[in-house]
């Protein structure tokens, strides 16, 4: 299958994509397997978003990430160099950071690339599974911050919602974009279960609710980048 060098690269459109539909691609490595969610620019170079999937005993060669990389850890243990990163695991690895990633026992990810620039910007773990769930003021809804920085526009947090609560609101000035990490949320336009990515513009707004209850990933204000 030859790729499209383009992938929802109109940043001022909605995009949905649902990843438990779409079939594993093939990367530069033979043990290592992506869905892309949106590209802009060179196939292997771009700005883009992806689930990537590494078999059991699989590896990448070294390599560096120009414009930072981003990465949440779906299932498994991903691993490099500098450290082993279960499920749950968040990392925001910075202009001029280089690795070589492996999984002993396979990993899913969710990742974003090109998509952290600036040079001396702060490297970034959190264990989701560890960290302190906040308040956000709206009933049966909470908060747990990922990335926030004084000076740069994007913020990324989950937002976690028991069922029938006031959903969580898409409504930043610079764009905002989900993946859903567990349970199910709709709006007007469509129902979004677990692997359910959507990216809202600048100067769009919508909120999604949730019957069942769920958890999403949420990045915002970097779409007017």
């Given at each position: 299958?030859?790729?499209?060098?383009?992938?929802n690269?109109?940043?001022?459109?909605?995009?949905t994509?649902?990843?438990?539909?779409?079939?594993?691609?093939?990367?530069?490595?033979?043990?290592?397997?992506?869905?892309?969610?949106?590209?802009s620019?060179?196939?292997?170079?771009?700005?883009?978003?992806?689930?990537?999937?590494?078999d059991?005993?699989?590896?990448?060669?070294?390599?560096?990430?120009p414009?930072g990389?981003?990465?949440?850890?779906?299932?498994?243990?991903?691993?490099?160099?500098?450290?082993?990163?279960?499920?749950?695991?968040?990392?925001?690895?910075?202009?001029?950071?280089?690795?070589?990633?492996?999984?002993?026992?396979?990993?899913?990810?969710?990742?974003?690339?090109?998509?952290?620039?600036?040079?001396?910007?702060?490297?970034?773990?959190?264990?989701s599974?560890?960290?302190?769930?906040?308040?956000?003021?709206?009933?049966?809804?909470?908060?747990?911050?990922?990335?926030?920085?004084a000076?740069?526009?994007e913020?990324?947090?989950?937002?976690?919602?028991?069922?029938?609560?006031?959903?969580?609101?898409?409504?930043?000035?610079?764009?905002?974009?989900?993946?859903?990490?567990?349970?199910?949320?709709?709006?007007?336009?469509?129902?979004?279960?677990?692997?359910?990515?959507?990216?809202?513009?600048?100067?769009?707004?919508?909120?999604?609710?949730?019957?069942?209850?769920?958890?999403v990933?949420?990045?915002?204000?970097?779409?007017?980048?």
């Amino acid at each position: 299958m030859i790729e499209t060098p383009s992938l929802n690269a109109d940043f001022s459109a909605v995009a949905t994509v649902h990843t438990a539909a779409m079939e594993w691609q093939a990367s530069p490595s033979p043990t290592v397997w992506r869905k892309r969610l949106d590209l802009s620019g060179p196939a292997e170079a771009g700005r883009v978003t992806s689930v990537v999937r590494y078999d059991a005993n699989s590896s990448f060669s070294e390599h560096p990430h120009p414009e930072g990389e981003e990465i949440l850890v779906l299932d498994g243990v991903f691993s490099d160099e500098h450290g082993d990163y279960p499920a749950g695991s968040y990392l925001l690895n910075p202009e001029g950071f280089s690795h070589a990633p492996f999984s002993e026992k396979g990993c899913v990810l969710f990742v974003k690339l090109r998509q952290y620039p600036g040079l001396g910007r702060k490297q970034v773990k959190v264990d989701s599974t560890q960290a302190p769930w906040r308040e956000t003021g709206t009933p049966g809804v909470l908060d747990l911050l990922l990335y926030e920085e004084a000076g740069y526009p994007e913020a990324m947090r989950l937002v976690s919602c028991e069922p029938q609560s006031g959903g969580v609101a898409l409504d930043h000035p610079g764009g905002t974009e989900i993946f859903v990490l567990e349970g199910a949320f709709e709006d007007g336009a469509g129902h979004y279960v677990a692997g359910s990515w959507l990216r809202v513009p600048a100067g769009e707004a919508m909120t999604l609710q949730s019957e069942s209850g769920g958890t999403v990933y949420v990045k915002s204000g970097h779409l007017a980048l």
